[in-house]
Structure formats: C-alpha cells, structure tokens
C-alpha cells in the first residue's frame, strides 16, 4: 500500500511509541492530530494508511466513533487493499448505534454477490461482526443464497453468518432452516462442521424443538472423522438427552469408543461432560467417564486440572455421592498458587461436604486463611459462611462449635462479610435458646478485643460488633463479668465506630445496669420468700439479728449499684458531641436512669424502679417468619383508601376526580346525618357551621378576584356552544369573541362553585399544555418496532423449524446492485432476482437479458414520444 512522502505508516508510528515510552501519551495526541488531517485527504492512499493507523490506536482503547463516514468512504473504493483496511475498520468499531450503518447496506450487498472471493469473505466477515437487525432483514437472502455457492470456504462463511442473522432477525430461521440442513450432506467436510456449529448453538438454546433430528445426529457421530464437529455433535446429545431418556442407551456405545480410542482432552473432557448433563443413571459410563476424569484432575497441567475441576463441579450438582472420592484431592489443590484452580476446588468442596466430615473440612479451609491474601480469606470465609448456613444450618450439630468459628472469622483482617457473620451469630442466637449463654460468653471476647475494634472503624466489622452489643445486652442474664462487660462497652475507641454501632453500645449498657440492679437488689428477696413458702415457716427467733444483716447486705448491694453506676456516668459524657441525634437520645436516657438511681437513698425506692425497668426490658424478642404478616386477618372496619377531611382537595385533581370526591363526600355525609352514632375519628372530621360558612365565603372570594383578573379569558354563554368544542378537541384559535362575563350564582353550594372554579381551571390547563393529537401513518412495506437498535426477545428462537411453513414466511427476493448504466437513456441495469442463489455466477440468463432490453426500449420510445408532442404542436401553430 502506497504512502505519500512525508506520511508515517502504521510501522513508523509504532516504532515512534516503542521510542517514546516516557511520553507515549504525548506522542499517541500528536498521532491522532495527525490522522485527523489526513482523513480530510482526498488521496484514498493518504486516507487508508491513517484509518489503519487509527484502527490500531482503537484497538489500544482509543475511541474512532467520530472517524465512522471515512470508514464508509474507505470501505466503498473500488481497490481491494483500501477495501480490506476499511472493512477491518468498520468490523471492529461499528455497533447498532452507529449513524453511517444505514449507508453501508447496499455497499454490503454489492461485495456479497461479486464474482470476487476475497470481497464475498470481507463482506461476510464484516457483517458477522456488525450485523444489526436492519441490515439482517435486508441482507440475510443474499448470505442464504451463499450457500448454494460454488466454493466451499464462501459456503462455510454463509452458514455461520446466517447464525448472526438468526439471533437479530429470528423470523428468517424458519425459511432458511431446510436449505440450512440439506447442507449436512455437503461433500465438504468444513461446509458440515460449519452447519453443525450452527445446529449446536440453536439446540443449546432450545433442545425441545430439535428432538426429531436425533437420527439425524446420530448417524454424523457415527460417521464422523473430525474431532471439532465430534464436539458439537456431543454437545447436541447432552442437551437432547435429559428431555429423551432413550437417547441414553443409542448413544452409550458411541461414546465408549470414543473415549476409549481418542487422544485428544478436548473430545475426552466433552465426552465427560455429555455424560454428566444427561447420562447420570448409566452407571457404567458415569465410571468410566469418572476413571478418565481422576486423570483431569491429577494432571499436572494446570488447564486440565482446572477442566477435571469444572467437570467435578457439574457431576456434585448430579450425583455428588458418586465424587466423594475426591474430595482430597480438592483440599489439596486450595494451596495451589492458580486462583482459577481454587476456586473451582471450593466449589466442589461446597459441595461434597456432609454432616459426618463438617468439622474437619472446615478446619481444613480455615488453615489456609492465615497464609492467603485478602482476596483468597474473604472466598475461603465465604465458602465456610455458605457452607454451615445451608438449609437452615441442617449440617451444623454442634452450634457451640460454630459460634467459636464465626467469632474466629470476625477476627479475619479485610474481611467483607462482616454483615453475614453478624446475621449468623444473631440468629443462631435467636433460634437456638440453649446456645444463648454460649453466644454471650463467645461474642465477649470480640467486646473486650480492642484489635477487633478497630478493625471496625473501616469495613464490615463494625456490623460485628453492633451484633455483639446487641446480643450482650438482649440477654444480659447471661453475663459472668458484668463491670469488665461495662468498661468493654465504654472504651474510647468506640467513638470512631459508625453511629448506628454506637447507639447499640449505649442501648446494652442500660440493659447491663438494669440486670445486674436487678438482680442484686431485688432477686434475693424473691428467694428468701420462695425459701420461707417452702419451710413453712417465718422468722419467730433472732428476728433482729436478721435484719441487721439483712441491712448491712442492701447497703453493700447498694454500694456495688452506685459503683457501677459511677463508673458509667464518668465515660458517658464522650457521646455528647456526637452528630448523630439516636446516639445523643440514647445517651440522654441512660443518664436520666442514673441520676435517677443516684438520688434514691432508700433500698426500696432503688427496688420498685429497677424491677419495673427489668419487666420492661426483659420481654424476649422471638424470630418471626416472613409470612408471617400474611397470615394477621384483615379487619372488616379497616379503611385506607377513604380520605380524611372531604371538603379540602387539591386543585390538581382532574374533573372526573373532583366530581367523584364531591359525590363520595354527599354520601358520606348523609349517612352520618342519618345515623344516630357518630365514632370518634367522624366526629372529629365533620366540619362544624362555622367551618362551612368560612369555606363558603372564601370560595365566593376567589371565584370573584379570579374573574377580575381573568375576565377577559371568558367566552360569553353563546360562544362556548359554538367555540368551546372546536378550542379544546380541534385546537383550533378562536377569533373575534366576544367575552361576557357568566353570572355568578350566589345561590349556589359553595362546594360546586369550588368545583366549578377548579374544573375550569383544570380546563384552562389541558387547553394550554396538550398539544393537537398528531396521527403519523405508517408504510404499509414498515414492520412497527424495526427501528434499530432493537432488544430481541430471548425466547425468539424458540420456534419449530421442522413445521411447514405458513403463509408469508419467505424470504425478501434478492436483486443486485446496479452494475452497469446503457447508453440509451442512461437507465441502471439489475441483475436478475433469485431466491435461492444456485450458483456463483451472477449472470442472467439470455431470455431474462432479452425482457429487460425490450422493456427498455419501449421506456425509451415513450420518452420521445413525450418529448416530440410539443414540438408537433409549435410547428401546427407556426
């Protein structure tokens, strides 16, 4: 490709940013300025070397959308070397948004139908990596006619183009399906391996609609030689089989030899697969695939120890009790240093592990946390949360055991799953009322961590801690260390926690306090008296030895009360300057209970106060089921959709909405009249005398300043027969109207007038923001919704190709573009219209060439004639 003296080629400009690896950035603007001129050239060669050059900064991230008309320039020369540059172009940078799509359609159609190979395969090409739905409606009977081509790579192209075609275009599968199939007997091996691509992809998608080819599939596996079309082929069977178990038994000994024969791993591992997808309750191929999948997984190639692994996966989802066996060799792989191999590995282990082996494959997972990075802790934590929370923690008999786990991933630096940890600890304490004491003493140790702490300022961990606050204080009867408890709760990094964080921690240290009061000052007398029930007997002897003691025991229990409450009172103040007002409210009340407490000298008083905080507080907080609101009765007086107050509404109401409410509010108001008792609610809602007269004076107030001030806008009563429709339904102008006011009718209920006053001006607002009601026709030849670009539907494909075809299910006739101009009247020649395409030659045969010279012949002749009548005339007249 010739270049102009001083331009730089696409090697220049390449050497020129290896060279300016500092200031590539630099460089590459300067680059792009200069392409940016010499598109503006109009020397096609200038032109083509800066579109290559700007093809390959696009394929570095470069944006060429702006360049998109000189690539239609570019792809319309006649030279096949521009030609090709162009269209790589356009394949790489055109997408169903592009403006210029529309004017390459015909550009395509011309390249597909040229007696030229190489411009057939460009276009091909090009329209696999850009086709939209426009151009797959209009171009998909010159690529269908394709097939019927002489050569066999054009023939192959064709078939995997239509593929492209089918999925914006679906309405074309079902006319070209036969001719598509007929090419499954094609002398060309590649030709057939194309149409079985094809065949494979559509019964992915929709297996149901392709039952009826199974012996047609059948008899190329068993003819077939090429291990690629073998593939598809095994493909095709994994996806018929699960919907046609007889499949199973025909295809079984295929199978054997092929994956006793082959050596190729990608035929074997498709081989495995179509096994696993619809073979399962065969149990000798299910061994022999697994014989052959154990060498998968032991390779030492890491690509196929990650295929043996995706296969694992597919067989757990099946049989998974037919793969315990590997269940090691998946521990063993999570050390491996390959992130892919992994995490695949996990997934198998997720999926093997039983109720039997739980502990010992959790503590296996989790001796690899210590050494992984961020990324790798946060998949193992997540595989164990996954793992031990399955259908309702139906694997976990020993909850002990997992709170101290879901504690000990608490502590996981980086850890992203603080939410779910929370939830989990939180639940289990919930659910499973004999682990509330574990749950407390376990989650003490995250309260008293100051590590875990501040862990919590940043990331998920905080939700951790809100948890552990919560649980500590719902069930603060379980709390051995009560003022070690205390002064975890008020240690001073919990300022930098989030404030919801913060309102938890206040919130458990009055439950704390009240608990602990509680049970000092007021248990013990519960017991003693129980005790004295029990004996039958009361204090007869060294009654006042007793309550000497008893004295000196209150004020100790009184003491250690005002301790703790001092204690706390001396670090709550740190939540003062918080922003947040539930902190700040919280606070406030846990001070109102102390300074309570401070001034009660009396032990009883510090009793009665206390025991009535304990029944407040200690009311137990059950799990409730989601639907369990669905299941609460409806009550029959409920009403939600009647308004409160009838006699306010909004102007924004429409007519219809307003006569409804007026209408709703007449009723509503004569049954309460008639009715002899009147609820509360209605009794607060009716208007009183006073309140009506208010409403009717200043409803007569703004109609009387509104037509003051808008009087000259009103149609006089004559006028609104003759002009009122025409202006609002026509919107038509009114011209020459005399303007009247209509008289005001003083008799009237104020709340018509209030009507009537909204209603016209809901009126004045629809005159002035709808506009006239526009009625676009469409050509009859215009489908609707065919504007690109278009979301085809998913389901589209889905339709029997088999079935006969209906009436207007064909494909559009395919004519050539204008190749040649006759010089009699410089009228455009066509090709001839065919539909299928039957060879690769274009020509038309003689007797079509012969019908379209006659016709153009007596186009011509009439042209003079039209011509040469008023020359006749103006010699009559001379």
């Not at 007086?637 to 006699?647: A, F, R, S, Y």
């Not at 060879?839 to 007797?847: F, G, M, V």
């Not at 060439?849 to 005339?873: C, D, I, T, V, W």
């Amino acid at each position: 490709m010739g270049i102009s003296l001083f331009q730089k080629s696409l090697r220049d400009m390449i050497s020129g940013m290896r060279s300016n690896r500092n200031n590539e950035e630099k460089y590459i603007q300067k680059s792009m300025e200069d392409i940016k001129k010499e598109l503006k050239s109009t020397d096609m060669k200038v032109k083509t070397v800066a579109l290559q050059k700007l093809t390959y900064l696009n394929m570095l991230g470069f944006d060429m959308s702006w360049a998109a008309f000189h690539v239609v320039e570019v792809m319309s020369t006649p030279k096949l070397l521009h030609k090709v540059v162009g269209y790589q172009a356009a394949a790489q940078s055109f997408n169903e948004g592009t403006d210029v799509m529309l004017l390459i359609t015909n550009l395509l159609k011309k390249d597909l139908i040229s007696t030229n190979p190489t411009e057939r395969s460009i276009g091909l090409d090009c329209l696999s990596n850009i086709v939209t739905l426009d151009l797959a409606r209009d171009l998909i009977a010159d690529v269908y006619g394709l097939l019927s081509s002489s050569s066999a790579p054009c023939r192959k192209r064709s078939a995997l183009v239509l593929y492209c075609c089918f999925l914006k275009y679906p309405d074309a599968l079902r006319p070209c399906f036969k001719g598509l199939v007929e090419h499954l007997d094609d002398h060309e091996q590649s030709v057939v391996c194309s149409v079985v691509s094809v065949l494979c992809e559509l019964v992915i998608k929709h297996p149901h609609n392709y039952l009826e080819m199974a012996p047609l599939f059948y008899r190329l596996l068993l003819n077939s030689t090429n291990n690629w079309m073998t593939m598809k082929l095994l493909k095709i069977f994994g996806a018929l089989t699960p919907l046609e178990p007889r499949l199973t038994k025909k295809i079984v000994e295929p199978l054997k030899n092929i994956m006793s024969s082959t050596m190729a791993k990608s035929l074997l591992f498709d081989c495995i697969t179509t096994v696993c997808s619809g073979m399962t309750s065969n149990e000798e191929i299910v061994e022999m695939a697994l014989g052959h999948l154990k060498d998968f997984v032991l390779d030492s190639d890491p690509n196929l120890k990650y295929l043996g692994f995706k296969a694992l996966e597919q067989f757990v989802k099946h049989i998974p009790e037919t793969v315990l066996r590997f269940g090691n060799a998946a521990l063993m792989c999570l050390s491996t240093a390959d992130p892919t191999i992994r995490s695949s590995a996990l997934r198998v282990i997720s999926g093997l592990v039983s109720k039997k082996d739980l502990k010992e494959v959790i503590v296996r997972v989790l001796e690899h946390i210590p050494s992984a990075d961020t990324a790798y802790r946060n998949e193992l934590s997540e595989v164990v949360l996954s793992i031990c929370c399955r259908d309702k923690y139906s694997l976990v008999s020993d909850f002990s055991w997992y709170l101290n786990i879901l504690v000990e991933l608490a502590r996981v630096p980086g850890s992203v799953h603080g939410k779910t940890i929370a939830f989990q600890i939180t639940d289990i304490a919930c659910r499973v009322e004999a682990m509330r004491d574990d749950a407390v003493q376990a989650v003490r140790s995250l309260l008293i961590d100051p590590f875990v702490v501040e862990m919590g300022k940043s990331g998920s961990i905080g939700e951790v801690l809100k948890a552990t606050a919560w649980i500590t204080g719902e069930y603060a009867s379980f709390v051995e260390h009560p003022k070690e408890t205390i002064e975890a709760l008020l240690q001073p990094g919990i300022l930098k926690l989030p404030c919801s964080v913060q309102a938890m921690y206040i919130q458990a240290i009055l439950k704390v306090f009240v608990h602990i009061t509680n049970d000092l000052v007021c248990d013990d007398d519960a017991d003693e008296a129980s005790q004295s029930e029990k004996d039958g007997s009361t204090w007869v002897e060294g009654e006042d030895d007793a309550e000497e003691d008893n004295g000196d025991e209150e004020l100790d229990k009184l003491g250690v009360v005002n301790e703790l409450s001092d204690l706390i009172l001396a670090h709550v103040d740190q939540y003062s300057d918080t922003p947040d007002p539930e902190v700040v409210e919280r606070m406030s009340q846990l001070k109102a209970v102390l300074d309570l407490q401070k001034g009660m000298d009396d032990i009883k008083d510090v009793k009665d106060l206390f025991s009535k905080l304990h029944g407040i507080i200690s009311e137990e907080l059950q799990p409730i089921s989601g639907k369990a609101q669905k299941k609460v009765p409806l009550p029959e007086d409920l009403q939600v959709i009647d308004p409160i107050m009838e006699e306010f509404f909004d102007e924004e109401f429409d007519l219809q909405q307003a006569e409804e409410d007026v209408e709703v509010a007449d009723n509503q108001a004569a049954s309460v009249t008639s009715s002899r008792g009147m609820d509360a609610a209605q009794a607060l809602t009716e208007a009183t005398e006073e309140q009506k007269k208010f409403a009717d004076e200043t409803a007569k107030n703004q109609l009387k300043q509104h037509r003051e001030k808008h009087g000259v806008f009103y149609l006089s009563s004559d006028d609104k027969q003759g002009a009122g429709d025409m202006g609002e339904d026509d919107g038509g102008e009114v011209e020459n109207v005399s303007v009247q006011e209509p008289p005001v009718d003083v008799s009237e209920d104020s709340a018509t007038k209030v009507d009537a006053l909204t209603s016209y001006r809901r009126k004045k607002k629809k005159k002035k923001k709808q506009p006239t009601d526009l009625v676009v026709k469409q050509d009859e030849d215009v489908n609707e919704g065919v504007d690109s670009p278009v979301k085809i539907n998913k389901n589209a494909l889905d339709v029997n190709p088999l079935a006969p075809l209906e009436d207007g299910e064909e494909l559009p006739s395919v004519e050539a573009y204008p190749t040649s101009y006759s010089n009699e009247g410089d009228m455009p020649t066509y090709e001839t219209s065919y539909e299928p395409v039957h060879s690769q030659n274009t020509e038309a045969p003689p007797a079509e060439k012969q019908k379209h010279k006659s016709r153009r012949r007596r186009k011509h002749k009439s042209r003079k004639e039209k011509e040469g009548a008023p020359q006749e005339a103006t010699a009559a007249e001379t």
